[in-house]
């Protein structure tokens, strides 16, 4: 998330002050089921500021610090306080045997650890906790992406002059080796997140995650001022990307017929369905791909790096290791196929090609999204035979197109980047819309807001939400007014889960305690504590940014995945 400079903070020092907590935590901790349900989730309010130094701080000195939460912010029937912290997942074996749970479940210890510390604390205080997971997939390594991208280099996304986007995975499902190990994985995760969430339902009341799914920023102005619009670099040009994307446009590969993505193409793919060529109209509808894009591709073989589905998982005769990739005389943007197919690699905005490929880029991060929700939400525990429920987990997304006052039509750069406009946090049927929301403090009484911008257009799909990282005005404001127009946005469009940035933070500029964050928060909870939180939804759609010349009804996931969400009501 970017934050008052527009500069991303780096993830890193949001989990620095995990740093300790394997010390802690070295044995799984084991307790009986807890007896009490909690109130039902979509009745209740739950504020869960994000709590970064929990594990620096003794037994004593926690529970300390949730006296001094509950005494700062109130709680009441239908509001409940706790704390937000984060999972750093690692996955610490890429040559798990994907068939043996015990093996990937010990490849998971350090993340599990993790889990069972925060539990056996909240548990002692009675406080509820929220688990806000985040993987290695964006900006940073463990083990398993250090080795998928040591023996495939097409494993990591690829910025568009064909440099690898050192930490950033790649989110095409053409990745099909890492995703499997990827999915077990998760799925794993998932199991033993179910086992947590059936046992203590009182105190893990929620989870979110993948956090903040985006394409890499790092070779861009929003990081390095040495770059402009025009001479930033953009993912994923990953092969594995621009071949799904080729197959996204036509019905092709693995969006065929009969094949796991079907129905999930392009809205006009039939166009192109059956075509031999780009150029070449085999179904005799009329079009080509060429004709309608301008483009004058000869052959679907990709100009670069071309292969195939038809390629091994094991012993991949077109894979790029990382010995091939590193090597002096290596060529990222090699002739092998001139005019084959290639996605745009100039940011035109307003062309229907690159508003296309730009479009399928935000796609692909909506995939990932949902396939993750997927399988953390649908891998049932063992023991006790239960699942993630879907009310209590959300995505947890940058909504892009919505930050500091921007709109789809006028963006702020880090949708350019990211390709993560809010829509692609709609996890639905499994789980909530989570995002994070910044508000910058320009000074002088400028403000420019995300919150009061994104929240309307979540409500409108009548879907669960979250809002997982917040702060009303960064640097902190001495405006009272600024934190109680935030807080009229809250209580109107009632998340269920908020959790306010951050408690106990050493950073002046973002901080809760002793600000008027606090104030505003405190007199927000003792207005909706003793009454129902949940209302009636928005309208059952709200419309998406669309590529000029697409229809309103453009559908990118099918019939199996439409976009338009039916009104939901709050039982």
């Given at each position: 998330?970017?934050r ?13 002050s995990l ?21 039902a989730?979509?009745k209740?309010?739950?504020v869960?500021?994000n ?11 926690f529970?300390a ?15 409940r ?8 997942v ?6 798990v ?12 210890a ?32 463990d ?14 996304s ?7 986007a050192?930490?950033w ?12 190990v ?16 059936a ?5 893990v ?12 920023y790092?070779?861009?102005l929003?990081?390095?001022?040495t ?10 040009y ?6 799904e ?10 969006y ?8 999930q193409?392009?809205?006009q ?10 150029g070449?109209?085999?179904n005799g ?12 591709f000869?052959?679907?073989n990709?100009?670069h790096?071309d ?7 094991e012993?991949d ?16 943007l ?30 692909m991060?909506?995939?990932?999204n ?8 649908t ?26 006052g ?15 406009p ?7 049927p499994?789980g ?38 917040w ?11 600024v934190?109680?127009?935030e ?10 889960v ?23 928060l ?7 504590k ?5 209302g ?7 419309p ?17 995945w ?10």
């Amino acid at each position: 998330m970017t934050r008052g400079d527009n500069r991303p903070v780096p993830r890193q020092l949001k989990i620095a002050s995990l740093g300790l907590l394997l010390l802690l935590a070295s044995a799984v901790f084991e307790a009986p089921v807890e007896g009490q349900a909690p109130k039902a989730v979509s009745k209740m309010m739950y504020v869960l500021p994000n709590y970064l130094g929990h594990s620096g701080r003794s037994d004593a000195q926690f529970a300390a610090d949730v006296s001094d939460l509950r005494q700062r912010l109130g709680e009441g029937r239908f509001v409940r306080v706790g704390f937000s912290m984060f999972i750093i997942v690692s996955m610490d074996d890429w040559n798990v045997n994907l068939t043996d749970h015990a093996a990937i479940r010990a490849a998971l210890a350090s993340t599990i650890a993790q889990m069972d510390f925060i539990i056996k604390r909240a548990r002692a205080s009675g406080i509820p906790v929220n688990f806000s997971i985040q993987t290695a997939v964006r900006d940073r390594y463990d083990p398993v992406q250090t080795d998928a991208e040591r023996a495939d280099r097409r494993n990591t996304s690829w910025y568009a002059d064909g440099q690898m986007a050192n930490g950033w995975m790649t989110y095409s499902r053409y990745a099909r080796k890492f995703r499997n190990v990827f999915e077990a994985y998760a799925r794993e995760l998932g199991s033993v997140l179910a086992n947590r969430m059936a046992r203590y339902p009182s105190t893990v009341i929620s989870s979110s995650g993948d956090g903040e799914s985006e394409m890499s920023y790092t070779r861009s102005l929003i990081v390095d001022p040495t770059y402009t619009e025009a001479t930033s670099q953009l993912c994923d040009y990953s092969p594995f990307a621009i071949a799904e994307f080729r197959d996204w446009l036509r019905n092709g590969g693995l969006y065929a017929q009969g094949q796991p993505f079907a129905g999930q193409g392009y809205d006009q793919a039939a166009r192109y369905q059956g075509d031999a060529a780009p150029g070449t109209d085999t179904n005799g509808d009329g079009h080509t791909l060429n004709g309608d894009f301008g483009t004058s591709f000869t052959s679907w073989n990709l100009k670069h790096f071309d292969w195939s589905l038809n390629d091994p998982l094991e012993g991949d005769p077109n894979s790029i290791p990382s010995f091939v990739y590193e090597g002096a005389s290596f060529n990222p943007l090699p002739s092998q196929n001139p005019a084959g197919f290639d996605a745009p690699r100039t940011r035109t905005p307003g062309n229907r090609w690159w508003d296309t490929w730009d479009f399928f880029r935000a796609i692909m991060v909506w995939h990932y999204n949902v396939d993750f929700a997927r399988w953390m939400t649908t891998t049932a525990d063992t023991d006790t035979k239960r699942t993630v429920p879907s009310s209590k987990w959300f995505s947890h997304q940058l909504p892009g197109d919505y930050l500091f006052g921007s709109s789809p039509s006028n963006p702020n750069f880090r949708l350019i980047t990211s390709a993560s406009p809010y829509w692609v946090g709609d996890i639905s049927p499994y789980g909530g819309l989570g995002i994070t929301s910044f508000n910058i403090n320009a000074g002088g009484g400028h403000y420019f807001h995300t919150t009061r911008n994104v929240v309307p257009q979540i409500s409108a799909r009548g879907v669960r939400w979250a809002i997982l990282e917040w702060n009303p005005s960064v640097p902190v404001s001495n405006s009272l007014d600024v934190y109680e127009q935030e807080m009229a946005v809250i209580e109107q469009y009632k998340p269920t889960v908020v959790v306010p940035w951050a408690w106990g933070s050493t950073q002046p500029a973002s901080r809760v305690e002793n600000t008027p964050f606090e104030i505003a928060l405190r007199d927000m909870i003792a207005r909706v504590k003793d009454g129902p939180t949940s209302g009636s939804f928005g309208p059952s759609f709200a419309p998406m940014f669309l590529p000029p010349g697409e229809t309103a009804d453009l559908r990118p996931l099918g019939s199996l995945w439409p976009i338009r969400v039916p009104r939901r009501q709050e039982k």
